[in-house]
């Protein structure tokens, strides 16, 4: 009983001990290995500002703050980066989708969705309506992923409007490598602009959004097995579109519980292409010429998610 009692206890101790050692956070001194990056990285530490660059890459954190910068992008951290150390969530995913090697997927499956759709016309101004530019960027992106050798499906055609959850069966009867969700973003205040992309936060997170709550939903969604490779397709995705004429603000990479990103059970990102409720942004949307270029940065950005 005395035997069986030393090896319970002993394997409660391990047990703990590998859940401490599972969810400890990365100290930055140990930060470059756990990125994946090169042992000799530079790494400097001042002032609440953390950073590290090797092997081609460049993360920037602020203790304290969600937002960072990982290769020139904004990304949204799932925890705030702490004063010695690294969330281990957000190493563990920045490892796998900015420095690891991307999956090598001879002919990628790739579902584009564009967002609304029949009588919901999504955000509009005028008689620039959400529904239209989203399809219509879509339509592009679809013709330079083909012409790159992809297989690509619509959710939608542009006089359709499916529900989330028919959006949802489509790519759950056919998983696809990447599935796309594409939409336009309008605020009340004018100022507001720039192109965001949401994946789904990591088990247990909050999304950047206020009302993106960890709480009301289990750990363990569809998406979740899904998330590294999600984060590589929307950190691309973000750097492609940024890089578009007249430089969009860059707002980020951003998690939140959508439905699509929820239930998708596929590496799935949501793509807001710029605010209609915005001078600089509209422009770009609503001109043949800008759609056409949001199209092609998405399917860029989807096409530097895969090794090939
Ligand atoms: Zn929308």
């Given amino acids: ?30 930060a470059p290995e756990a990125l994946g990056l090169p042992e000799d990285a ?10 590290l660059a090797g092997g081609g890459h460049a993360f920037a954190f602020t203790v ?17 980066a702490g004063t010695l150390a690294l969330a281990a969530v957000d190493a563990e995913l920045l490892r796998a989708a900015a420095v690891g090697p991307a999956p090598r997927v001879p002919r990628p499956v790739i579902l584009l969705d564009p967002g609304h759709g029949g009588s919901d016309v999504g955000c509009a101004f005028g008689k620039d ?19 790159a050798g992809c297989d690509v499906r619509l959710t939608r055609a542009a006089d359709q409007g499916p529900t989330l959850q ?23 205040n004018p100022e507001a602009k720039g192109i965001e992309v949401f994946t789904l936060p990591a088990p247990g997170c909050d999304g950047t959004p206020d009302n993106s709550r960890a709480a009301s939903w289990p750990a363990d969604l569809p998406g979740h097995a899904h998330l590294p490779q999600a984060t590589r ?14 430089a969009p603000a860059d707002r980020g990479v951003k998690h939140a519980y959508f439905k699509v990103l929820r239930e998708v059970p596929a590496p799935a ?8 409720t915005n001078a600089e942004d509209r422009a770009r949307l609503t001109s043949p010429e800008g759609r056409q270029a949001l199209g092609i940065a998405i399917a860029l950005g989807i096409l530097d998610s895969f090794a090939r």
Wanted: charged share 15%; proline share 6%; aromatic share 4%.
């Fill in 1 to 30: 009983m005395k035997t069986f009692l030393a090896i319970l206890a002993t394997a409660v101790a391990a047990g703990l001990l590998l859940l401490i050692v599972g969810c400890a956070p990365t100290p930055y001194e140990r």
């Fill in 42 to 51: 530079v790494r400097s530490v001042a002032d609440g500002h953390v950073t």
């Fill in 64 to 80: 304290g703050a969600r937002p960072a910068t990982v290769d020139g992008v904004r990304y949204h951290l799932h925890r705030p």
């Fill in 129 to 147: 309506q959400e529904h239209a530019i989203a399809h219509d960027v879509a339509r592009h992106a679809a013709a330079v992923l083909r012409a």
């Fill in 166 to 188: 028919a959006r949802v069966d489509q790519a759950v009867a056919a998983p696809p490598d990447a599935y796309v969700s594409i939409h336009v973003n309008a605020a009340a």
């Fill in 233 to 246: 397709l929307a950190l691309r995705a973000q750097a492609a579109l940024l890089r578009l004429p007249g």
């Fill in 269 to 276: 990102i949501l793509v807001e292409t710029g605010f209609i």
